[in-house]
């Protein structure tokens, strides 16, 4: 089991230390919003993540609680990964992130109705959302690309 090495108490640090590279939000951004829950899902994202850095942030993420994994039922040598409740609770955090992105980043690649529903509802998209992750019903961001 990995270790989380902590710099210190102050809880930007704490966050910092967990998800503070460039890879492990984009994991959690696959996981909550685009419904990847698969090592090679993962692999296939935009982004390109080497192998090793990925098993590497999926193991550190697992040892801070925010995500857990099992075997697939279908297919017993496959690994499916999800969000703990933990995990789930970046929900609002990640919405900020993606309206600061979506406001300063002229090229950004957000669905336009997913931003709007972000600045204007965005309460009712948490519930969504969370829903979604909790098995409720399911919610992809990609399903709302159409409308850039």
């Given amino acids: 089991m990995k270790k989380i090495k902590r710099r210190s108490d102050c809880p930007i640090s704490y966050a910092l230390d967990i998800f503070g590279d460039k890879w492990t939000l984009l994991i959690i951004r696959d ?13 296939n994202s935009d982004e390109k993540i080497a192998t ?3 098993a590497d942030r999926l193991e550190t993420l697992q040892c801070a609680g925010l995500i857990k994994s099992e075997t697939d039922k279908q297919k017993k040598s496959r690994i499916i990964y999800s969000l703990t409740h933990k995990g789930i609770d970046l929900v609002p955090v990640l919405l900020e992130i993606v309206k600061w992105s979506a406001k300063y980043d002229l090229k950004t690649g957000a669905p336009k109705q997913f931003v709007e529903k972000i600045k204007n509802d965005k309460e009712n998209l948490m519930n ?12 992809y961001v990609r399903s709302q690309k ?3």
């Fill in 146 to 148: 159409t409308n850039k």
């Fill in 52 to 54: 090793n850095i990925l």
């Fill in 128 to 139: 969504e959302i969370t829903a979604g992750l909790k098995g409720e019903n399911k919610f």
């Fill in 31 to 43: 996981l909550m919003f685009e419904g990847k829950r698969t090592y090679g899902e993962f692999l």
